[in-house]
């Protein structure tokens, strides 16, 4: 067995999270896994080694939390992405419908029609604040409705995601805020939402009537109102953010991208390999686990991290570089396995229906940072 390298870093302190890729690089060349010693996990830092990791759900679980720490998996447990199975495909089957492909073509007219609304006014205002005027807009405007959380509601959502990625952390000062809002967050779910208040025919409406005809037990459908609260927003506003800024710093690929349109498949999908909005959830080994040599003991935490796995340069050639046509792209931004994201479409739709209305009427985007 060969010895696994240490990588000491305050992995969730704000100086990590500025710079985040000169350490997943530094991590890589140490070898496809590393152990952190400031949070006693181990991590897997290299592509081919995490999706084989992520589709290994029987050794490495969720089922005990998928934070970094046990405060944090205290307090995502029961969520769908901390369950195994058959508690898992009971929730995802529960979960799934409205997010599958037949569905959300159903709502692209809409998102397409307002996304060229949105895209036309800003392009008046010519300055804009490109998170919160156009990456918030689709996410707050369109998905918090089918969400269905009433108007009484709507406002905390987007402090609820935020802390929603805030608990899978350890308990610094950002840890502790993300608690306060989870605790929050479940007495509005338990005390607040029932089928009078929620909008009808929202995601969460559906799951209120599949308990109230007895088809889902209500401890699993309240998990499942968060499950759709907490991942819809913050995700893909990271994600259209990042689309931006890429675009802005790569004026060579705005151009490639407006002559060729059927590029936008591939240009979403490099924004999320470049961007992984979520860039590291945990595992628990339960039993003892063999790594390309590597051992991990039974019952360590093991973070898998998705946005080092993504720059792999074995995979992917130049791979800081924002290349949108990428040969290979098969990036692990929506996971791998049983828990991979059951949202992608609807993100995909939005970003798609952004570019859409972009390309036509924008010669160049700049970006000033504040
Ligand atoms: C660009 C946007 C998004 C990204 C990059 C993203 C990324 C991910 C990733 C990496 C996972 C796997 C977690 C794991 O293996 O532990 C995941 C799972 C999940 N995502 Fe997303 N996501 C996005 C948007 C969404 C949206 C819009 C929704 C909600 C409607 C959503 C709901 C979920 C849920 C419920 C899971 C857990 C699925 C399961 O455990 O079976 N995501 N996502």
């Known amino acids: 067995m060969k010895s696994i390298p240490n990588y000491d870093c305050d992995f969730y302190s704000d100086a990590f999270i500025e710079m985040p890729h000169y350490h997943y690089t530094k991590m890589r060349q140490l070898g496809p896994v590393v152990y952190i010693p400031q949070l006693n996990n181990f991590a897997i830092t290299k592509f081919k080694a995490l999706k084989k990791a992520l589709f290994d759900f029987e050794s490495l679980c969720s089922g005990d939390g998928i934070a970094a720490d046990e405060v944090g998996c205290k307090y995502v447990k029961g969520q769908i992405v901390s369950s195994d199975p058959p508690v898992h495909r009971v929730m995802r089957k529960a979960m799934l419908p409205p997010l599958m492909p037949k ?19 800003l392009i008046k205002q010519k300055e804009f604040d490109a998170v919160s005027d156009l990456a918030q807009f689709l996410p707050l405007n369109i998905v918090r409705d089918l969400v269905g959380v009433p108007d009484f509601g709507k406002g905390n959502m987007l402090n609820w995601a935020g802390a ?13 805020r993300g608690v306060e809002e989870i605790i929050k967050l479940r007495k509005f779910i338990t005390g607040k939402l ?54 802005s710093e790569n004026y060579n690929e705005w151009i490639k991208l407006q002559k060729n349109s059927s590029l936008i498949k591939n240009t979403i999908n490099e924004a999320i390999r470049l961007g992984s909005p979520i860039r590291s959830f945990s595992r628990k080994a339960n039993k003892n686990v063999d790594i ?5 003991p039974k019952n360590s935490r093991v973070m898998m991290l998705f946005a080092s796995a993504n720059r792999d ?35 995909q739709l939005e970003m798609s229906s952004l570019l859409e209305a972009m390309i036509p009427s924008i010669k160049k985007i700049e970006t000033k940072k504040t």
């Open 103 to 121: 569905n959300i073509n159903e709502i692209s007219p809409i998102v397409k029609k307002e996304s060229i609304k949105l895209i036309n006014k």
């Open 164 to 176: 929603s990625f805030d608990v899978i952390g350890v308990q610094n000062q950002r840890g502790k």
């Open 194 to 247: 029932n089928l009078k208040t929620v909008k009808q025919n929202s995601w969460i409406g559906r799951i209120l009537q599949l308990i109230k005809d007895g088809l889902l037990e209500e401890n699993l459908g309240n998990c499942l109102i968060r499950d759709y609260i907490n991942p819809s927003l913050d995700t893909t506003i990271s994600a259209i953010s990042h689309l931006i800024l890429l675009l």
């Open 292 to 296: 390309e040599g590597y051992h991990i």
């Open 313 to 347: 340069e074995e995979i992917f050639k130049n791979s800081h570089k924002f290349d949108i046509e990428r040969s290979f792209n098969e990036h692990l931004g929506f996971g791998y396995g049983i828990h991979s994201c059951v949202g992608k479409y609807l993100a």
